[in-house]
């Protein structure tokens, strides 16, 4: 029979369960109308579109909200994340020594882990998954749940981004996801598959014997304990404990918000701040259409004069009909003034749309633009990240780090790379994506002044006495996520500068020795 891990009971479980989805519900009705106008075809929290196959973009009479979501998510993901890129690198942290950190040694080996780590990111699936949740994400909350993949014609790495419909949070006491739960529904002739060994009650076998197109619901939690993180499922119903097993040290799932308020468990992203002009949107061209309808076909007023019945009459092209009087003073049916214009609503749709694609980053670049410079991008990632702020390094510090270790820990257990942990104190990470290097490149141009103005009031004489300048171009290939192999380390600049000063004696005394000659 399965037991619970050290410091989780049955009613820790369940009411760790209950409480997180009780919260998700306070959440169903903003959501609900979030994903309906943003991500219509993600969206599961009203109960009429869980049926596959409907159609879930009913209500929808502008696709500007859910075509702005699709380009700022592709545009998130290209600063952030770009496909076929290593966009962090792993480094010394520092409580390591100086000379441990400097050791070109340990800097090959950290850069060889990170090649190996991002040649099995690359080859999966994370960038199509990584996609979806960031559409999650701009919404407020993005989940991706990391697996080890057994196939043996693939990378060893596979990313799953999770509904939000079916998963709630659990925050730990520094304010961070800690747990997360889920429902699960399968058919009872997969329950055995997907749960192998599982501790199943007697209820359970009849209808996987019995019944095996059933649907059954299980209840799901990766919780973090002393020991590590544990899933522990549960049958629904039943409550009896199917499985408890070990995760490892790391959460198999990363959720990252983008903003977060006080006291509030999930995040609300810019999506949540464009939802009244999505709404407003909505409307207005719904009012448009009928407006644009009745333009078209128009209305009428008819007179009950024994001869017309309005009752049977039908307008159509060719259509004959019947009445009692075409005079102008009095006809039997007369087309009604609907008076007013489209101009100011058209003016409105123009307004919030241009809102809605501003919120959601639409508005870096003119999509006109088909060729697109260095320059152009550098400048668009600029403002890009100056508009994000600090949800950048939210999703870094709740996404992006949670992902690498824990597909660190999966490479480990299957032998690729060594044991090692991303603690920011002895393995730190360093993001080289264009919104991190475009933070750097402020950096760079801000000691760039700083030396151009020192140069100018004070002389290079002084400033080559002030500033460390020999340290510069590692610095810069520091900001820039520079080859490592590429830079010297401070033992051969070191070896360097002495070559130098012994050619520079040298000069100088072949410079003397040939005076001497010529007196002679």
């Known amino acids: 029979m399965a037991d619970f891990p050290k410091g989780i009971t049955r009613e820790s479980f369940n009411e760790g369960f209950k409480k997180a989805f009780s919260i998700q519900n306070n959440w169903r009705s903003l ?90 990111i690359n080859a999966s699936n994370f960038s199509i998954q990584m996609g979806e949740a960031y559409k999650d994400w701009l919404i407020g909350t993005g989940a991706i749940e990391i697996r080890e993949n057994t196939n043996p014609t693939e990378s060893m790495l596979s990313y799953h981004a999770i509904n939000q419909q079916l998963i709630a949070y659990e925050v730990g006491p520094f304010g961070n996801i800690e747990n997360e739960y889920k429902s699960r529904t399968i058919p009872a002739r997969n329950v055995e598959r997907t749960y192998p060994d599982g501790d199943f009650s007697n209820e359970l076998r009849t209808k996987i014997k019995d019944s095996p197109s059933t649907e059954v619901t299980f209840k799901e939690g990766y919780i973090k304990t002393d020991e590590g993180y544990f899933l522990i499922v549960t049958e629904n119903g039943t409550d009896q404990l199917v499985w408890a097993m070990p995760q ?114 639409n508005d870096l670049r003119d999509p006109s633009d088909t060729v697109v410079s260095a320059t152009q991008f550098m400048i668009e990632t600029q403002a890009l990240a100056a508009r994000i702020g600090g949800a950048f390094g939210r999703i870094n510090s709740e996404g992006l780090v949670p992902i690498l270790n824990r597909s660190i820990e999966i490479l480990q257990r299957r032998g690729v790379i060594p044991n090692l942990i991303i603690d920011g104190r002895q393995i730190t990470v360093k993001f080289t994506s264009p919104l991190a290097k475009a933070q750097d490149t402020e950096d760079i141009m ?29 610095y810069i290939a520091d900001k820039t996520g520079m080859d490592v192999s590429l830079v010297k380390s401070e033992g051969e600049r070191a070896e360097a500068q002495q070559q130098m000063a012994e050619a520079a004696a040298m000069a100088m005394e072949q410079q003397q020795e040939e005076p001497q000659q010529q007196l002679a």
């Open 248 to 361: 490892g040290l790391s959460n198999p799932i990363a959720v990252f918000r983008y903003a977060v308020m006080a006291d509030e468990v999930r995040g609300r992203g810019p999506a949540l701040s464009a939802l009244p002009d999505a709404r407003t949107l909505n409307k207005i061209q719904e009012f448009a259409l009928q407006k644009a309808a009745l333009e078209l076909a128009g209305m009428y007023t008819s007179v009950d004069d024994g001869t017309f019945n309005a009752n049977t009459m039908t307008i159509a092209p060719g259509v004959i009909i019947p009445v009692g009087t075409n005079a102008t003073n009095n006809p039997s049916l007369q087309r009604l003034d609907t008076g007013t214009d489209l101009n100011l609503s058209l003016f409105e749709i123009d307004r919030m749309t241009a809102s809605i694609r501003k919120t959601l980053f």
């Open 446 to 474: 801000s000691l760039q002044q700083t030396v151009e103005l020192s140069n100018m009031m004070a002389g290079p004489e002084l400033t080559a006495l002030g500033f460390n300048l020999d340290l510069i171009p590692s």
């Open 31 to 120: 959501l609900d109308d979030a994903y309906q106008f943003f991500i219509p075809q993600q969206n599961v929290f009203r109960d009429e579109n869980t049926t596959a196959g409907n159609k879930r973009d009913a209500r929808i009479m502008d696709g500007t909200p859910e075509d702005a979501m699709n380009e700022g998510a592709n545009k998130v993901k290209a600063a952030i994340t770009p496909d076929w890129r290593q966009w962090a690198q792993l480094k010394a942290g520092f409580e390591l020594p100086k000379e441990i950190r400097e050791s070109q040694e340990v800097k090959e080996q950290l850069k060889d882990i990170t090649e190996i780590l991002f040649s099995h």
